[in-house]
C-alpha cells in the first residue's frame, strides 16, 4: 500500500477542533515538523506560502493512505488550496511529502505570522480581540 507524508500546519493540527484525529481518524502522527515558507493569516485560516529559506513554519506530519490523500485532496481543494511537493524537517531528518497551500489566484495574502506557528498566533490574536 503506498502512503505519503503530510504536512498540516493549520487547523488541522492537534488540539483545535477540527483536528487531523477528528476529522480524518485514519491519519497516522508521525511527529511535530517544520518546512521552509512563510505563514499568513487569511481570516479564519492561515496560508503557506513555501520557499522562504530563512524563514520555517511550525506544523505536524501525518502518514496517510493513497484514499485518504483523495479525501485531502477534495477537503483542501473545496476552499481553494492546492497540494504541493515539500521537504518536511522532521527532528534531525528531511523527508518529501505534500502540503496544501492557498491558490494564490484566490487568495491576496495578509498578515505575516513572524512565529511561523499558527496554533499560537491564533491564541495570541484571541487574547487581544482581534480574528
Given at each position: 500500500m503506498n502512503t505519503h507524508l503530510v504536512f498540516i500546519y493549520g487547523s488541522l493540527r492537534r488540539g483545535s477542533a477540527g483536528a487531523m484525529a477528528i476529522r480524518f481518524p485514519t491519519a497516522k502522527f508521525v511527529g511535530d515538523a517544520k518546512v521552509s515558507g512563510e505563514l499568513y493569516d487569511l481570516g479564519a485560516y492561515p496560508g503557506?506560502?513555501?520557499?522562504?529559506?530563512?524563514?520555517?513554519?511550525?506544523?505536524?506530519?501525518?502518514?496517510?493512505?493513497?484514499?485518504?490523500?483523495?479525501?485531502?485532496?477534495?477537503?483542501?481543494?473545496?476552499?481553494?488550496?492546492?497540494?504541493?511537493p515539500v521537504e518536511i524537517f522532521l527532528d534531525d531528518q528531511q523527508k518529501s511529502g505534500w502540503v496544501y497551500g492557498p491558490?494564490?489566484?484566490?487568495?491576496?495574502?495578509?498578515?505575516?505570522?513572524?512565529?511561523?506557528?499558527?496554533?499560537?498566533y491564533a491564541k495570541t490574536s484571541k487574547d487581544d480581540g482581534n480574528e
Open positions: 503557506l506560502v513555501l520557499g522562504a529559506a530563512n524563514s520555517l513554519v511550525v506544523g505536524e506530519a501525518y502518514e496517510v493512505d493513497e484514499e485518504l490523500l483523495n479525501e485531502l485532496d477534495a477537503f483542501e481543494t473545496s476552499s481553494d488550496y492546492l497540494r504541493k491558490d494564490p489566484e484566490v487568495y491576496p495574502l495578509r498578515t505575516l505570522i513572524t512565529s511561523g506557528d499558527w496554533i499560537e
